[in-house]
């Protein structure tokens, strides 16, 4: 694996104790290095902030009031450098719409740190990936 920073990540969740929770996961995370580079409680504030700041990863909850996960992953879908999008959510039944939208993984609540961990080692891989093809 390339040696890069920690991987900026972006929590998006309506519900606070899930948004302190995963925070506590990712930076937790020893392998590979993590931050949570900032949270949003809703699509939309995930949206403003995108605006003028860059992240490599999004944990997003599916269900939310407004625009929800899956209408904010439509949104950033075909995005040249969209970060990778990680679903974190109770809702199991949505895993296929998910995966349509080309999210990298999809967790469900409460998550557990292996699993996390998990998608934090593809999430970097993807962005070693990105560096070596835009290397060539």
Sequence with gaps: MLTHPPLRVLIVDDEPLARLRLRGLVEAN?????????EAGSGE???????????????????MPGLDGLGLAQALRGRP???AIVFVTAHAQHALQ???????????????????????????????????????
Aim: proline share 4%; net charge negative.
């Design 30 to 38: 020893e392998e590979p290095r993590a931050e949570v580079a900032a």
């Design 45 to 63: 504030q995930a949206l403003a902030w995108l605006k003028d700041h860059a992240c490599d990863l999004i944990l997003l909850d599916v269900q």
């Design 81 to 83: 450098f969209a970060p």
């Design 98 to 136: 998910a995966f349509e939208l080309e999210a990298l993984d999809y967790l469900t609540k409460p998550v557990r740190r292996e699993r996390l961990q998990a998608s934090l080692a593809r999430a970097a891989q993807r962005l070693d990936e990105r560096a070596a093809a835009k290397a060539r």
